[in-house]
């Protein structure tokens, strides 16, 4: 079997069953200069309505995030993320989104009081390693935690994917101090993120080589530039490039992919789990 079998526990007694089946997240950014969709979902009334769409395309999980980590970005403070994130987190509990809902942050106040506001997940860019109180945060409420590798200090003279898991095995120690097991633990291995071209597409072809660290994998290469440095293709031409790399990731045994497009990524995902493992009884 190519995918490793994962139950990932929830706040309220509700869980994640990771396996053959393919869980996607959708994209909720509520920012103004995120690289493709900033601007879009800035307030909360249209935040709810693009979460209600990303739910009805078969969006399993909400991915809510404040601050943009696009290349150049200008970092953003707290208080400022509280403000684009929070109203949005009290308006989709208000509206009953059903889907569980991460926030998206490496910030330990900010996870804090999202989690507070309904969300069940936390998103770390940077693998609790720039603010580890945020372990600290998911074990007080009994979240599991994203752990991104983002290592713009990495000897670029060694293997690319060593150097990956020795970064990330010291982002599950910090878990593990904080009181977090391994079993509440999802690797994003981070695509697009200090890294070049060539890396990000030898990291697609290897993703296989990080189950060695026991977690289920989470990979988001949604319109990244990966592809449109590829492909010659702005970002709102990147679906068919993105698919393909959900496709290989999938064959490669991971479990959630995190993207812009909810209902294409779903369809091509269902199609590769009937390739591995055999269509549905029934279908």
């Known amino acids: 079997m190519v995918h490793g079998a994962h139950r990932l526990d929830l706040p309220g007694g509700d869980h994640l069953e990771l396996g053959r089946r393919a869980l996607v997240m959708g994209i909720l950014n509520v ?128 293997d690319l994917v060593s150097e990956m898991i020795r970064f990330l095995e010291q982002s599950l120690q910090i878990a593990e101090r904080a009181g977090l097991s391994r079993q509440r633990v999802i690797i994003d291995p981070g695509f697009g993120f200090a890294k070049t071209l060539d890396e990000n597409y030898a990291l697609l072809r290897r993703l296989g080589e990080l189950h060695v660290l026991g977690c289920p994998l989470l990979v988001g290469t949604s319109r990244k530039s990966m592809i449109g440095r590829l492909l010659d293709k702005t970002a709102g031409e990147r679906l068919p490039g993105t698919i393909a790399t959900s496709v290989l990731a999938y064959c490669a045994g991971a479990h959630i992919f995190r993207v812009h497009d909810v209902g294409a990524n779903r369809d091509a995902l269902r199609v590769s789990e009937a390739t591995l493992y055999g269509p549905p009884a029934g279908s």
């Not at 809510?64 to 989709?92: C, F, H, I, K, N």
């Open 31 to 158: 920012t103004p200069d995120s690289f493709s969709d900033g601007g879009s979902h800035d307030d909360a009334a249209r935040a709810v309505a693009h979460a209600r769409l990303l739910i009805g395309e078969g969006a399993d999980l909400i991915d809510v995030g404040g601050e943009s980590t696009r290349p150049g970005a200008e970092p953003v403070g707290v208080q400022a993320e509280l403000d684009r994130v929070m109203p949005v987190l009290d308006a989709l509990a208000a509206d009953g989104i059903a889907a569980p809902v991460s926030i998206d942050t490496y910030k330990a106040l900010v996870a804090d009081q999202a989690v507070q506001a309904g969300a069940r997940i936390i998103n770390d860019v940077r693998g609790l390693q720039r603010e580890p109180e945020i372990a600290d945060v998911a074990a007080l409420h009994g979240v599991p935690v994203i752990i991104m590798h983002w290592d713009e200090a990495r000897d670029r003279d060694r």
